[in-house]
Structures are given as C-alpha cells and as structure tokens.
Nanobody, 119 residues
Framework: QVQLVESGGGLVQAGGSLSLSCAASVRSFSINAMGWYRQAPGKQRELVATITSGGSTNYADSVLGRFTISRDNAKNTVYLQMNSLKPEDTAVYYC?????????????WGQGTQVTVSS
C-alpha cells in the first residue's frame, strides 16, 4: 500500500516559520512529482507548490518567495519550508504524490495537517 504521513503543522504568529514534511511509503509506485495543497474553511483546495523528481518546482503566486519546496528522492519525502507566514496562510495542508502504479496514473494524498497563523 501507499501511505503518506505528514508532520510539522501547528500554530505560529504572523511573520514566523514552520516546516512541513511528508514521507511516502511506496510499493509498486513510481513517483513523478510530489507537492503540497491547502484548503481553508469555505475555500476551494489550491496548489501551494510542487516538485518533480528532476527538481523542477512550481509555486502559487501567493507563496512565491516565502515558501520553499524540496524533496529527498531516496527517502520519498517532500518538505515545505514556510517563512514570513501570514494569517491568510491558515489552512489544512495536504501532501500529494503523483506517479504511476502498475502502468496507471495514480495520485495519493496525506491525511492533512493544520497550519494556523495568528496576527
């Protein structure tokens, strides 16, 4: 089975920092990209950042310059360093792994971790 375990969420004051991590336990699954998405109450889920196995990154405009996504391919782990946090960053953050399993395109999601930024 494929399991994505997230950690690192919590409460922080505006301007502070948090680091998220997501470790994927993979069997018969070739990961192409991993990423982070978030969903705030009453809002649609949105992309935060993604990174491919080759290291190409993509960021939402709202976090560009403040957040950094990185990946350890050997550990199948993706990280999100969040700096200069704002109250509008408050959301549940979900880890995602996209790839191929048994010849089919698949994606898997973590359980979500709450990030709360106070003003």
């Amino acid at each position: 089975q494929v399991q994505l375990v997230e950690s690192g969420g919590g409460l922080v004051q505006a301007g502070g920092s948090l680091s998220l991590s997501c470790a994927a336990s993979v069997r018969s699954f070739s990961i192409n990209a991993m990423g982070w998405y978030r969903q705030a109450p009453g809002k649609q889920r949105e992309l935060v950042a993604t990174i491919t196995s080759g290291g190409s990154t993509n960021y939402a405009d709202s976090v560009l310059g403040r957040f950094t996504i990185s990946r350890d391919n050997a550990k199948n782990t993706v990280y999100l360093q969040m700096n200069s946090l704002k109250p509008e960053d408050t959301a549940v953050y979900y880890c995602n792994a996209d790839g191929t399993r048994w010849g089919l395109r698949r994606d898997y999601w973590g359980q979500g971790t709450q990030v709360t930024v106070s003003s």
